[in-house]
């Protein structure tokens, strides 16, 4: 493969940017700018120069094959981090004949070279992507190969009903028994059992993993973009006495301690003549009825009827101008009552993902569900069918981390990902 470079630290002005080579000859183009650096994972203080003149003092360092996160030959250049030090350095390497990494390239050559599965690979690009504590927990979990770990494990129920069937098609004719062995169907429903339980945590984990949406409804000049703004601690919103000025649904994420959640600020609900409002309402409609749950605010305390789910929040606004009247009353004025809804949101949404699994992605979602599909009904197909279900649902599996099948996903994946990684 080409021999490849990029910045690993975030462009700009900072304290140290650190400069990554991976491929053949990494440690060649290095020491042509710094010298000989004789051990690996030793760090060396040097002056780069190139064609004598110098340009900084760097640490240098090498990492051999085999040993480094791409798997392949690795230097690193740490250098003071000015702009134009890292173009200057920059230009140096390319005059050696290395190229720009593109996009997550050195993640890609990890996955290549068999440093990482696939799975481990999303971890890592939502690890990168994390801005809250409980996405940053589930990300990790996934980079680290927990994921891995689970896939082994439901393998090794697979290998040894896989085997006992194979003994009975193999040896039909030796006194060995023509029947399936009982304990095939007992390993296959054990790991039926644990692929259900992990598609059954799905739907959380992808929750933390994408956020939650929590859309605020209820009637024109209830205080429904007061509250989004008391929120954000900002004017999202435009906030006026005249009802219908919310015409379409504002966004404001929020770190709910811990977790990623989206509140959207709709539309008052009523029945209007006028056009754009009309259109407004109808988004508002839609996109509460498609959200996670729904804090119904009302001067009333009073429930959208059409809108209501199990686990919504009542909640009256304007607390401060008249008697509460629901058990979550607000008021954007003064700020009363907002810290107890969050904090009951919050409790809510983690009632929600107290069962998430590790499977976040869609894409892990449906080899799963191939699996499980793969294993229904073994007990009434031949013996012959029974041995090529249970490969079946190991190449799901196999897919499930990359082992085979990987290419449809690659270049979706690190699409997402940053030069230098």
């Known amino acids: 493969m080409d021999l490849i470079f990029a910045e690993a630290t975030p462009p700009g002005r900072g304290g140290v940017s650190v400069i990554r080579l991976s491929g053949a000859g990494s440690r060649v183009a290095a020491e042509a700018l710094v010298g000989v650096l004789e051990h690996p994972r030793t760090a060396y203080l040097r002056q780069l120069t190139e064609q004598g003149e110098p340009i900084d003092t760097v640490l240098a360092m090498w990492f051999q094959e085999g040993a480094s996160f791409t798997g392949e030959e690795v230097a690193e250049l740490h250098v003071h981090g000015a702009p134009v030090v890292v173009r200057r350095v920059s230009q140096a390497l390319a005059h050696l004949g290395a ?14 070279n068999g440093r990482m599965d696939l799975a481990e690979i999303e971890g890592l690009g939502d ?5 809250t504590e409980a996405q940053r927990k589930l990300a990790l979990r996934a980079a680290q190969g927990e994921i891995a770990k689970k896939v082994g494990a439901w393998r090794r129920l697979l290998i040894e009903a896989g085997a006992l069937v194979e003994v009975s098609v193999d040896f039909a004719d030796e006194d060995v028994p023509d029947e399936i062995p009982d304990r095939v169907f007992e390993l296959v429903n054990e790991l039926q059992a644990e692929l259900r339980r992990e598609l059954d945590g799905f739907g959380a984990a992808e929750r933390v993993r994408i956020g939650f949406e929590v859309a605020i409804v209820g009637p024109p000049n209830a205080g429904k973009s007061s509250l989004l703004n008391k929120i954000a601690a900002r004017e999202v919103a435009i906030v006026s006495s005249l009802a219908g000025t919310t015409r379409d649904v504002i966004e404001v994420k929020i770190d709910l301690h811990g977790l990623a959640v989206t509140l959207l600020d709709t539309a008052g609900l009523r029945d209007t ?22 804090i119904h605010l009302s001067d009333e ?21 008249q008697k509460p009247l629901t058990k979550l009353a607000v008021s954007a004025s003064d700020g009363s009552g907002i810290e107890d809804l969050l904090l009951a949101l919050h409790e809510e949404l983690i009632d929600r993902i107290a069962h998430a699994g590790v499977v976040s992605h869609e894409r892990q979602r449906v080899e799963l569900e191939d699996a499980v599909e793969a294993l229904n009904n ?30 449809d996903y690659l270049d979706v994946i690190f699409s997402s990902f940053c030069i230098g990684k």
Not at 127 to 131: C, G, K, M, V
Not at 301 to 321: C, H, I, R, T, Y
């Open 378 to 407: 073994l007990h009434v197909l031949p013996v012959e069918l029974v041995a090529e279900s249970l490969r079946r649902a190991g190449s799901c599996l196999d897919r499930l981390l990359g082992t085979i099948g990987a290419e």
């Open 301 to 321: 305390g009073l429930p959208v009827a059409d809108l209501w789910k199990p686990g919504d929040f009542v909640v009256q606004g304007k607390a401060d101008l």
């Open 99 to 112: 190229r720009v990494a593109d996009p997550g390239e050195f993640t890609r050559r990890a996955f290549l």
């Open 273 to 294: 003549e006028e056009t754009i409002e009309a259109i407004g309402i109808a988004r508002a409609r839609e996109r509460a009825e498609q959200a996670e749950l729904r």
């Open 127 to 131: 690890l990168l992507a994390a801005e």
